[in-house]
């Protein structure tokens, strides 16, 4: 033959018909296409060249591959072909439809395919209009492409006359990394590269183990990809000696949510392997043979355990997402130990059903996880509790196995969660016998600072819910406070009328008050965003609280209302006096405190929208505690300590460690 060799073709398939098949193709799909045709004519190389115009339209793209090349006298079964490629009985091709490279049309009107095979130099024009019809004529070797002659096989795509425009470069590249990454790990010896730069691997984690089963040897590769591939599924391929691909098989991996793998097994056991047994070859391994039976039980529990690591991690990062879109419960109003403890639960059985089943969040709206999510919270801390475990085992479709490991798991965080919260409870409860012992036995030794400043700072519970934050004196708002302080507290100094009885004089005259304050952004009963002031003055704990000290309360309430930095309508006050007792004698604080019990407000004296004040007794705050916790006390049987051989010294270095 000569170059006036002259081949005309037609597919059998209309030019509607292939269009057809194209209708949601992306514009660079053709491009993967055309790599892909690389790769399945034995390609090790594919190289894509993007060459625009003085005004940065795409004016060619080269599409170029050191395979073998299209023989020229099989065109009828190369393009006269559709859906039916003389390539798909070869296991290690992608292009098994004989379609792709006609997906050019997507992209531009024009290709041409510069082809030489055998030592036979070739060109196939294709033209978008008539898009079923192929023409091919032979080419001297002067007006073959270069690239090609210099390789001495192989095929150039060229694409000219573009109707579509590609991404940008960069964007383009990294859809080459997904499309071809799995592809370029498992044939770590081929290449895809774009305008001279290599298209990388794409994030991945790799596990690779030894399995050995009789004498047979299998080195196993699992690659976990973080994103999806963009045209491959979670395959298993096993590959002879010399790496070439004899068996390729859905992996047990394959459609788990978010979770995808291409698995890689080399071993010279696949150098004999036949997908089924012949006459032909009686002694070839096969999918049955019991050899491959043992090894692939042995890769499916290895996968499996890998997608539960993967299952435990995801779980954690899909929990801390809901937690940061604020789809768990708030629980207003509760204690802070009982908060933390049914969010806490909530979370891991949260977790625990993600991971035994991730479909049930997966697909699921943000208002249905939401819903789900304070469902699962009420049933599990309601009477029917125990039917929780009932309804997930109705509603999720797991195997036994399956449902075992999560009524373990659920029993487990649960006991966690209960331990957790006796643990804090018995600290607390332990804390507030020493702080009662303490109060009765060695109030007149007790240093405001060191010994009950730290004791403070570490037990704000004691105060409630909303004191729980208190801590240490923050600068510049404390100092501004401490000063008008001082000034109301110097109009009254220390006399016997504040003490019950007159020995508790000295140790009253040794001993300073405590002060604390803290500012910090807080929500008012309407929800509207404010800075709540806490200011808290403990008197030294041989005093006995009288009219005289709340008259210095509202003293210093009235300093700090005057103060124009203090007027904003933002800044909300709470001023609280707390001492060991009132005093035997007083009535006035015992009236004010009796005039506000319907508030449901412990300790409120006075009730100024910006302004609350509190007297506070430590005996009332312990006996709160007990209060609110003894039902949950009194079930522990927590064991009541004798400390009447502690030290004083001993007793306050514990109360200063948190609790």
Same mark, same amino acid.
């Given at each position: ?297 042995? $890769? %499916? !529990? *290895?996968?499996? &355990?890998?997608?539960? @690591?993967? +299952?435990?991690?995801?779980? /954690? ?58 469902? $699962? %919270? !009420? *049933?599990?801390? &309601?009477?029917?509790? @125990?039917? +929780?475990?009932?309804?997930? /085992? ?266």
């Amino acid at each position: 033959m000569d170059e006036n060799t002259i081949f005309k073709g037609s597919a059998a398939i209309g030019n509607s018909g292939i269009k057809k098949h194209f209708n949601n193709a992306e514009p660079w799909q053709p491009l993967f296409e055309l790599v892909w045709n690389g790769f399945d004519a034995a390609a090790s190389y594919v190289s894509i060249s993007l060459v625009e115009n003085d005004m940065h339209g795409m004016e060619r793209v080269a599409v170029l591959d050191n395979g073998d090349g299209i023989n020229f006298n099989t065109l009828n079964d190369t393009f006269g072909s559709f859906n039916d490629s003389a390539k798909k009985a070869n296991l290690a091709m992608k292009g098994e439809h004989g379609r792709g490279r006609l997906a050019f049309h997507l992209l531009c009107r024009n290709a041409s395919w510069f082809t030489r095979c055998n030592n036979i130099d070739a060109v196939i024009d294709v033209a978008e209009p008539t898009i079923k019809d192929f023409e091919a004529r032979l080419l001297e070797s002067s007006k073959q492409k270069q690239e090609l002659l210099t390789q001495g096989k192989g095929t150039l795509v060229e694409l000219t006359h573009f109707t579509t425009a590609l991404p940008e470069l960069h964007r383009l590249y990294e859809k080459f990394s997904a499309e071809f990454g799995w592809y370029l790990a498992v044939h770590p010896h081929r290449q895809v590269a774009l305008n001279r730069v290599s298209v990388s691997v794409p994030k991945h984690e790799a596990v690779k183990k030894e399995i050995t089963v009789d004498s047979a040897v299998f080195q196993v590769q699992v690659i976990r990809w973080e994103e999806r591939p963009t045209s491959e599924k979670s395959y298993l391929y096993l590959l002879n000696s010399n790496g070439a691909p004899v068996y390729k098989v859905l992996s047990s991996l394959n459609q788990k949510p978010n979770f995808f793998t291409s698995i890689c097994v080399a071993s010279a056991w696949a150098d004999t392997f036949s997908k089924e047994q012949d006459l032909l070859s009686p002694q070839a391994h096969t999918p049955a043979s019991p050899i491959w039976r043992k090894f692939k039980s042995q $890769l %499916d !529990r *290895l996968s499996q &355990s890998i997608y539960d @690591d993967f +299952l435990r991690m995801r779980a /954690e990062e899909v929990v801390q997402g809901y937690e940061d879109e604020g789809y768990f419960p708030s629980y207003a109003g509760m204690d802070n130990t009982d908060k933390e403890w049914r969010h806490q639960h909530t979370r891991e059985l949260v977790r625990s059903i993600y991971i035994a089943e991730p479909r049930v969040f997966h697909n699921a709206t943000k208002k249905q996880v939401k819903l789900i999510i304070r469902l $699962l %919270d !009420r *049933l599990a801390v &309601s009477n029917e509790n @125990d039917a +929780l475990f009932e309804v997930l /085992e109705g509603a999720l479709d797991l195997d036994a196995k399956s449902m075992q490991d999560l009524a373990k798991q659920l029993h487990r965080t649960t006991l966690e969660n209960i331990v957790a919260s006796i643990e804090v409870l018995q600290r607390r409860a332990t804390a507030v016998q020493q702080l009662r012992y303490v109060m009765n036995e060695h109030y007149r030794e007790v240093l405001e600072t060191p010994d009950l400043q730290k004791i403070i700072e570490n037990n704000t519970w004691l105060f409630g819910p909303r004191y729980e934050t208190i801590g240490a004196e923050e600068d510049t708002f404390a100092k501004i406070v401490r000063r008008m302080r001082d000034e109301a507290m110097e109009r009254s100094p220390l006399s016997i009328e504040d003490v019950d009885e007159k020995a508790d004089f000295p140790g009253a005259q040794r001993q300073v008050d405590l002060f604390m304050a803290r500012k910090f952004p807080a929500f008012d009963s309407l929800g509207n965003r404010i800075y709540k002031c806490i200011v808290v003055e403990i008197k030294r704990p041989a005093i006995s609280l009288n009219k005289k000290h709340l008259r210095q309360l509202e003293d210093y309430a009235e300093i700090i209302a005057s103060e124009p930095q203090f007027k904003s309508e933002k800044m909300h006050f709470e001023l609280i006096l707390l001492g060991r007792q009132i005093s035997s004698a007083d009535t006035i604080i015992t009236s004010r405190l009796n005039s506000h019990i319907s508030r449901n407000d412990p300790g409120l004296v006075t009730d100024d929208p910006r302004m609350r004040l509190y007297v506070m007794n430590w005996y009332s705050l312990l006996d709160g505690f007990e209060l609110t916790h003894g039902f949950m006390l009194d079930n522990l049987k927590l064991k009541r300590d004798d400390y009447t051989a502690a030290t004083k010294e001993e007793l306050v270095a514990e109360l200063q460690t948190n609790h």
